[in-house]
Each structure stands twice: as C-alpha cells, then as structure tokens.
Nanobody, 129 residues
C-alpha cells in the first residue's frame, strides 16, 4: 500500500521550533522526489521545500530560507522538515507529497503542488502567543 504519513505538528510560540516527519510506505525514497507544502485557511496550497531523488538537491521557498531545512533518511525511508524561528504566518496544515520519475526539465525548483501524485493526510502547525 502506497502511503505517506506526516507527524510532528503541534502548537508553539513565535520563535519556536518543530520537526515534521513524513514516513513513506510502499515507496522507495531513493526513487521519488518529495516535497513539503502548506495550506492556511483561505489561502492556496504553497510549496515550502522539496528534495530531488536524483541528486538530493533541495529547494526552499523564499519565505522559509534560513529557517526551514528539508532532509531525508534513506534507511528510515523518511523525510524531515526542521522548522526554526517559527512565525504566526507559518501556521497552516503541512503536507508531504511524492512523485516518481520526475526531473526539473528546465524548471527552477520542485515546489509545484500539481506535479505531485501522492499526498499525506497533513499535520497542523499553529504558531501563536
């Protein structure tokens, strides 16, 4: 069964940190590109960070550069998103998603929700005082 399961969300104060996990089953992480996306109420789903299966290159949205870090552990078949210096505007449901046989083909990054086929259920992140 192909499945992505996110975990690690919660409620934190501004400036706090969280580490999200995305556990893959039925997929080999070494052969799929994985991205983190988020969606807040009333807003479009937006790309946060992604990692290519080919050369493990990573790409970050401008609004998280220097604060969030995506990584993967092949042995655990898990992708992580380490989030630091969280801001209230980071509050959203965070999703991980995967796509196989995908390359940039001239695109500047992999932060495109419509390119991903398999999605997790999402995990809530709330940043407030």
């Amino acid at each position: 069964q192909v499945q992505l399961v996110e975990s690690g969300g919660g409620s934190v104060q501004p400036g706090g940190s969280l580490r999200l996990s995305c556990a893959l089953s039925g997929l080999n992480l070494a052969y799929v590109t994985v991205g983190w996306f988020r969606q807040a109420p009333g807003k479009d789903r937006e790309g946060v960070s992604c990692i290519l299966s080919s050369d493990v290159s990573t790409y970050d949205a401008e609004f998280v550069k220097g604060r969030f870090t995506i990584s993967r552990n092949i042995t655990q078949n898990t992708v992580y998103l380490q989030m630091t210096n969280l801001k209230p505007d980071d509050s959203a449901v965070y999703y991980c998603a995967a796509v196989g046989s995908w390359t940039l083909h001239g695109r500047i990054n992999c932060l495109y929700p419509h390119e991903f086929d398999i999605w997790g259920q999402g995990t809530q992140v709330t940043v407030s005082s």
